[in-house]
């Protein structure tokens, strides 16, 4: 005889003009726990307010397993002893990220231009990074600029740097990237690249500061260290290269 089928209730917000993104992740990953879901649709704001004062929680979705309330996704997803990432915690995510696109971007681009994977691929990856990077960081300047200012040695004397640095990234990177312009874009790569390693060793290894780095833009998550430490290093081994290959 079988067993009889794992049971979940669920009460998330369906409505004309909100299909909750949550709730909908909630019944994906009860479904794919091999639960049978009672699926209860809240259909309007006052019905959806209803049931949150009546069980006492601030959001939806809502699940109860076996009678029990487990809570919303994320409790859910703790429920099944899976990591949920904690609001403003530190993460290389988004970095390792940025590195693994540009890793793959050189790649494909060795393989169209060389018709096999070469040495060339690493110059290229190095300047795709930095065009990635510079991206991240112009999306929202004002913010970059802001966390920037926290180590950076040059923006903390004179403050208009923050602003200049991601497009001076890109500039390097672009020219780089198609192998223009090399007096104007070996200076600049040198110039960031070495206030920027000088900086985050100083805020790091010696004044011992924990911070967060703005390479990845200024809502970053990614501690200050040896990862925003490469990006400086990658920059001026990429203009070293350049001289040495003339």
Not at 187 to 200: E, K, N, Q, R
């Given at each position: 005889?079988?067993?009889?089928?794992?049971?979940?209730?669920?009460?998330?917000?369906?409505?004309?003009?909100?299909?909750?993104?949550?709730g909908?992740?909630?019944?994906?990953?009860?479904?794919?726990?091999?639960?049978?879901?009672e699926?209860?649709?809240?259909?309007?704001?006052?019905?959806?307010?209803?049931?949150?004062?009546?069980?006492?929680?601030?959001?939806?979705p809502?699940t109860?397993?076996?009678?029990?309330?487990?809570?919303?996704?994320?409790?859910?997803?703790?429920?099944?002893?899976?990591?949920?990432?904690?609001?403003?915690?530190?993460?290389?995510?988004?970095?390792?990220a940025?590195?693994?696109?540009?890793?793959?971007?050189?790649?494909a681009?060795?393989?169209?231009?060389?018709?096999?994977?070469?040495?060339?691929?690493?110059?290229?990856?190095?300047?795709?990074?930095?065009?990635?990077?510079?991206?991240?960081?112009?999306?929202d300047?004002?913010?970059f600029?802001?966390?920037?200012?926290?180590?950076?040695?040059?923006?903390?004397?004179?403050?208009?740097?923050?602003?200049?640095?991601?497009?001076?990234?890109?500039?390097?990177?672009?020219?780089?990237?198609?192998?223009?312009?090399?007096?104007?874009?070996?200076?600049?790569?040198?110039f960031?690249?070495g206030?920027?390693?000088?900086?985050?060793?100083?805020?790091?290894?010696i004044?011992?500061?924990?911070?967060?780095?703005?390479?990845?833009?200024?809502s970053?998550?990614?501690?200050?260290?040896?990862?925003?430490?490469t990006?400086?290093?990658?920059?001026?081994?990429?203009?070293?290269?350049?001289?040495?290959?003339?």
């Amino acid at each position: 005889m079988s067993a009889p089928k794992k049971t979940a209730v669920l009460y998330r917000m369906v409505m004309p003009d909100h299909l909750c993104p949550s709730g909908q992740k909630a019944r994906w990953l009860l479904r794919r726990r091999g639960y049978a879901i009672e699926d209860h649709h809240l259909k309007t704001r006052a019905e959806t307010d209803a049931f949150k004062a009546e069980h006492g929680v601030p959001t939806t979705p809502q699940t109860f397993i076996g009678g029990v309330r487990i809570g919303g996704y994320d409790d859910l997803r703790r429920h099944f002893g899976q990591t949920v990432p904690e609001p403003g915690a530190t993460s290389y995510t988004p970095v390792l990220a940025v590195f693994a696109v540009a890793a793959l971007i050189a790649l494909a681009v060795d393989w169209l231009s060389m018709g096999a994977i070469t040495l060339m691929a690493l110059p290229t990856f190095v300047a795709v990074t930095m065009c990635l990077l510079a991206m991240l960081k112009l999306q929202d300047v004002e913010k970059f600029s802001t966390m920037f200012l926290n180590y950076d040695l040059l923006a903390r004397r004179w403050v208009p740097y923050g602003y200049i640095y991601p497009f001076a990234e890109l500039g390097a990177g672009v020219l780089m990237l198609a192998g223009v312009l090399s007096w104007l874009s070996i200076p600049v790569a040198l110039f960031i690249g070495g206030i920027g390693a000088a900086s985050v060793f100083k805020a790091v290894y010696i004044d011992k500061r924990e911070l967060k780095c703005a390479c990845v833009g200024g809502s970053s998550s990614v501690p200050l260290g040896f990862v925003s430490l490469t990006e400086n290093l990658m920059m001026i081994g990429m203009a070293v290269w350049m001289v040495a290959m003339g």
